[in-house]
Antibody, heavy 116, light 109 residues
Framework: QVQLVESGGGVVQPGRSLRLSCAAS????????MHWVRQAPGKGLEWVAI????????YNGDSVKGRFTISRDNSKNTLYLQMNSLRAEDTAVYYC?????????WGQGTLVTVSS | EIVLTQSPGTLSLSPGERATLSCRAS???????LAWYQQKPGQAPRLLIY???SRATGIPDRFSGSGSGTDFTLTISRLEPEDFAVYYC??????????FGPGTKVDIK
């Protein structure tokens, strides 16, 4: 069955960097657009970034532009999110999700806490 | 910028009742790229409806979606105990590329 497993979350100081990974299985990863979506504690969902199936196109949400970079390695069935210059307001559960216009598949999420 | 507004914020109903959730967009949603998700506490969201009215795989037929342009509705015909959750609408193709509504919580009356 489809599995998306995020890793790399944790506690990080403001201004530092963190890289999240999402390992995919059970579907043809290289054919799917992929996203990162986040959810601050007790809040709603916020789209972070999208990458096309082959990695040739990427778009970020306004709140992370210039700080976060989405990438993928189709040979490893893995999605990444490089997060730089982290701020307290980036504290959230980060989900990877598969699809383009909507999210067919979701991981269980990894918690990122930005705190000194 | 396309902003999605969901109403009501909270809907208090009893099992067996009908739930009607609204999602309104500030501009027309292109090609009806409007989806609905259900999220329970501590869980990832689950896709219910895409393309405004198409049920996702495995979703019971008590869930239905309708609407076009700027006004969309998710209807749960008869609430089951497992349907009490938060529901989000989501659009694709506007500016920003993808946005979610703030959610509607359906809780037990």
């Amino acid at each position: 069955q489809v599995q998306l497993v995020e890793s790399g979350g944790g506690v990080v100081q403001p201004g530092r960097s963190l890289r999240l990974s999402c390992a995919a299985s059970g579907f043809t990863f290289s054919s799917y657009g992929m996203h990162w979506v986040r959810q601050a504690p007790g809040k709603g969902l916020e789209w972070v970034a999208i990458i096309s199936y082959d990695g040739s196109n990427k778009y970020n949400g306004d709140s992370v532009k210039g700080r976060f970079t989405i990438s993928r390695d189709n040979s490893k069935n893995t999605l990444y999110l490089q997060m730089n210059s982290l701020r307290a307001e980036d504290t959230a559960v980060y989900y990877c999700a598969g699809g383009v216009t909507h999210f067919d598949y979701w991981g269980q999420g990894t918690l990122v806490t930005v705190s000194s | 910028e396309i902003v999605l507004t969901q109403s009501p914020g909270t809907l208090s109903l009893s099992p067996g009742e009908r739930a009607t959730l609204s999602c309104r967009a500030s501009q027309s949603v292109s090609s009806n790229y409007l989806a609905w998700y259900q999220q329970k506490p501590g869980q990832a969201p689950r896709l219910l409806i895409y393309g405004a009215s198409s049920r996702a795989t495995g979703i019971p037929d008590r869930f239905s979606g309708s609407g076009s342009g700027t006004d969309f509705t998710l209807t749960i015909s008869r609430l089951e105990p497992e349907d009490f959750a938060v529901y989000y609408c989501q659009q694709y193709g506007g500016s920003p590329l993808l946005t979610f509504g703030p959610g509607t919580k359906v809780d037990i009356k």
